[in-house]
């Protein structure tokens, strides 16, 4: 078993681009949060996805996206990056909503 | 909204030593509670957790940690210190029976020989 996987492993972007992280759950699993770890901070809950769709959503602006395929899999999507949006972006995966999630080693992001 | 403490930035033990690690929380019922290790270059791995019943709560890698209702607080320990623990720790709070965690900000554990 693979356990949760995230691609790429890192990323160099500039301001004002877009980005696509991927994440793909542990086997048997079909529930995938996302979360932002800032240099120095704890990771922070941006948003969670079941069933192709957004459940729930921390305090993050619209420029932030998601999409879940029907093999569970996940994407994250920023717009307009800001310096501001470096950071470590984790995936979690669980089986179905109620269960405590499944880390991913992340894929870390550079805005210059 | 709920919210975590944790009060030491850096603690620094010796291989060997015995170890606390503190963390306080804001919430105003029953929470959930939970103990991350973040090493370098890695994901976050679940510790233990805390949702009812027993206060004091063994984990993995020979972890416990206390629930007190009365100090807020859920304070991770372990006997004895090993090189391989130096790590980062987040405590996180899920509240209204969430499994999504809030975090702290961390402590960092450096272990000396």
């Known amino acids: 078993d693979a356990g949760v996987t995230q691609s790429p492993t890192h990323l160099i972007k500039t301001r004002g681009q877009q980005v696509t992280l991927r994440c793909s759950p542990k086997?048997?699993?079909?529930?995938v949060s996302w979360y932002q770890q800032a240099l120095g901070q704890g990771p922070q809950f941006i948003f969670q996805?079941?069933?192709?769709?957004?459940?729930q959503r921390g305090n993050f602006p619209d420029r932030f996206s998601g999409h879940q395929f029907p093999n569970y899999s996940s994407e994250l999507n920023v717009n307009a990056l800001l310096l501001g949006d470096s950071a470590l972006y984790l995936c979690?995966?669980?089986?179905?909503?109620?269960?405590?999630?499944?880390f991913g080693p992340g894929t870390r992001l550079t805005v210059l | 909204a709920q919210s975590v403490t944790q009060p030491d930035i850096h603690i620094t033990v010796s291989e060997g030593a015995s170890l606390e690690l503190r963390c306080n929380y804001s919430?105003?019922?029953?929470?959930?509670l939970f103990w991350y290790v973040q090493s370098p270059g890695q994901g976050l791995q679940l510790l233990l957790k805390?949702?009812?019943?027993?206060?004091l709560v063994q984990g993995i890698k020979g972890f416990e940690a206390e629930f007190k209702r009365s100090q807020s607080s859920f304070n991770l320990r372990k006997p004895s210190v090993h090189w391989s623990d130096a790590a980062e720790y987040f405590c996180?709070?899920?509240?209204?029976?969430?499994?999504?965690?809030?975090f702290g900000r961390g402590t960092s554990l450096i272990v000396h020989p």
């Open positions: 979690a995966s669980s089986s179905r909503r109620g269960q405590v999630g499944f």
């Open positions: 086997s048997g699993h079909d529930t």
């Open positions: 996805y079941y069933e192709e769709e957004e459940r």
């Open positions: 919430y105003g019922a029953t929470p959930y």
């Open positions: 805390y949702f009812s019943g027993d206060t």
């Open positions: 996180a709070v899920g509240a209204g029976g969430s499994y999504i965690p809030t």
